[in-house]
């Protein structure tokens, strides 16, 4: 008999890139018994886009994200599985992977499993890295792919994030709330499932930016393109014009520290490249 997966994540932003990323699990949920479930927090724009893309939605606000994921853990509550993979809205994990897992947990494995290394790929240069892992004492498992037995899922009363209101760092603070409740952390290198993961880098605003990743071996992005058929369309979405400072960008305010955070303004031009870089706004258009 097959294992029952639950696959769950968390949208906010970056539809073009969302959209591709969701049609991904939709496509490969046929070859295993898959529920995916996600949390957003734009109203319909978000419950359209989820829905359209044959995924289980729920609604939460942005901010605490801790506390939005937590949300999304307490909704599996409902749900029928032996174990849950947790991905980012900007991740893509192989098949190979999910067929490891199916071999290696079940309902009552007592410890967190993850992946250790993943590629990072960033769309408007379209080269690769190899994330090698998070340094000691960091987490040992990276937050996509990390599997969540029904198990430990009941452990942690279905909200690995307790009480923690954090919007960054996440994979940490749930490293914690494990070990305080005795929960080991496992975590598995790609090559150990036959598969590969990959974290795509959108152009203009991504939780952890690609710039800052560049001290990591380079990898080969054929590998990425023989795996996922869905990167020509991920290509696709590199920017066409470079910025100019003469013209105006209409941006949503993703610097949780800013009064005026989750709102839409205008920035003029250049002035607001770096910002942008530092993922503290998120295109929407160009005026």
């Keep these: 008999m097959r294992k029952k997966i639950l696959v769950v994540t968390a949208i906010y932003g970056r539809h073009d890139l969302t959209k591709i990323v969701l049609h991904y ?27 359209e893309c044959g995924w289980d939605y729920i609604e939460a606000k942005n901010n605490p994200v801790s506390q939005k994921f937590n949300a999304l853990f307490k909704e ?18 192989s098949p190979e992977i999910f067929q490891y897992y199916e071999r290696t947990v079940t ?5 967190l499993l993850g992946l250790k290394d993943l590629y990072f ?3 408007q240069n379209d080269e690769a890295v190899h994330f090698q892992g998070y340094p000691p004492p960091s987490p040992k498992t990276i937050g996509a792919g990390r599997v969540f037995s029904k198990w430990v899922m009941e452990r942690m009363n279905f909200t690995p994030w307790d ?4 919007n960054r760092g996440l994979d940490s603070s749930c490293t914690v709330q494990m070990k305080k409740r005795g929960i080991e952390e496992i975590a598995i ?9 990959v974290d795509i880098k959108h152009p203009l605003v991504s939780l952890t930016n690609y710039k ?7 990898a080969d992005v054929s590998i990425l393109d023989n795996t996922f058929h869905c990167m020509r369309y991920i290509k696709a979405l590199r920017w066409k014009e470079p910025f100019d400072e003469k013209k105006q960008y209409q941006v949503r305010v993703m610097d949780q520290s800013r009064p005026d955070f989750d709102t839409v303004r205008t920035i003029q031009g250049k002035a607001m490249v770096e910002s942008l870089i530092l993922g503290k706004f998120e295109l929407i258009s160009t005026n």
């Design 25 to 51: 699990y939709a496509e490969i949920k046929r070859g295993f018994e898959m529920q995916l479930l996600c949390v957003g927090s734009e109203g319909e724009k978000s419950k359209s886009l989820a829905e």
């Design 212 to 218: 800052y990743l560049q001290n990591h071996p380079i």
């Design 163 to 166: 009480d923690e209101k954090v």
């Design 76 to 93: 599996s509550e409902k749900y029928d599985y032996d174990f849950m993979v947790l991905i980012g809205s900007d991740d893509l994990i």
């Design 189 to 197: 290198p790609m090559t150990q499932t036959g598969g590969i993961a």
């Design 121 to 123: 790929y960033s769309i």
């Design 107 to 111: 309902k009552e494995t007592k410890h």
